[in-house]
Every structure is written in structure tokens, then in C-alpha cells.
């Protein structure tokens, strides 16, 4: 069985699949990822493949620079991004968009 490359935390799972959620952040143990690299995503709870996506772009930021723009392609508002944030990354000042688009899961078909 191949391993997933990065998980979500489930509650994305239909965001992603539908194309509402168009990026992540994550923290330094997840700068690693190239424009172009394609990343088999999992379940953050079961490690459960459901799609694959291709980098698009990877970029730093702090949680004082984040915009609505970005809680838009999140699918939530900014307040609620900055306080997911805070609770998955407490301590993290610098963390990294990854911009990604989704190539196979449920409805890729349909994009």
C-alpha cells in the first residue's frame, strides 16, 4: 500500500474534493513541497487516501499577514483561520501556504 504524502484533517475531506479549499498552511516540517510535486493526500485520522493534488506554489507568511483572500481559498473566515491556526501550530510564527490544485479523488471528474 502506498503512504500518503500529507494528511487532512477529515472535516476538509469535501472542501478539497469539491475545490473550495485550494490551499494549506502548514509549519516548517511541512516547507519541504516544490511547485509541481504531486502528493497523494490523506486522512489526518486514518491515513485514508481519498484524492491526489499537484503543488502549485509555496510561499512564507506570518499570522498577522494572512487575508480574507486567503481564509477564502481555506472556505472559512479569516477569524476562524487565524484561531484553526493558532490552535494546530500554538507556538509557530512562521508558516508556509501551499497552493495546490486538485489532478484525482471523488469529483475530479466533474471540475
Do not use: W
Not at 474534493?17 to 504531486?38: P, Q, Y
Not at 485514508?48 to 481559498?73: G, N, P, R, W
Request: hydrophobic share 35%; net charge negative.
Amino acid at each position: 500500500m502506498q503512504s500518503n504524502d500529507i494528511t487532512f484533517y477529515q472535516r476538509f475531506e469535501a472542501d478539497i474534493l469539491a475545490g473550495r479549499k485550494t490551499i494549506t498552511i502548514r509549519d516548517k516540517s511541512e516547507s519541504h513541497f516544490k511547485t509541481g510535486d504531486i502528493l497523494r493526500v490523506g486522512r489526518f485520522e486514518d491515513n485514508q487516501y481519498f484524492c491526489t493534488i499537484e503543488v502549485l506554489s509555496v510561499s512564507s507568511i506570518t499570522l498577522d499577514e494572512l487575508t480574507e483572500q486567503h481564509a477564502k481559498q481555506e472556505n472559512m473566515g479569516l477569524e476562524e483561520l487565524k484561531e484553526v491556526i493558532r490552535i494546530i501550530y500554538p507556538s509557530e510564527r512562521l508558516l508556509y501556504v501551499v497552493t495546490f490544485g486538485l489532478i484525482e479523488g471523488k469529483y475530479a471528474s466533474l471540475q
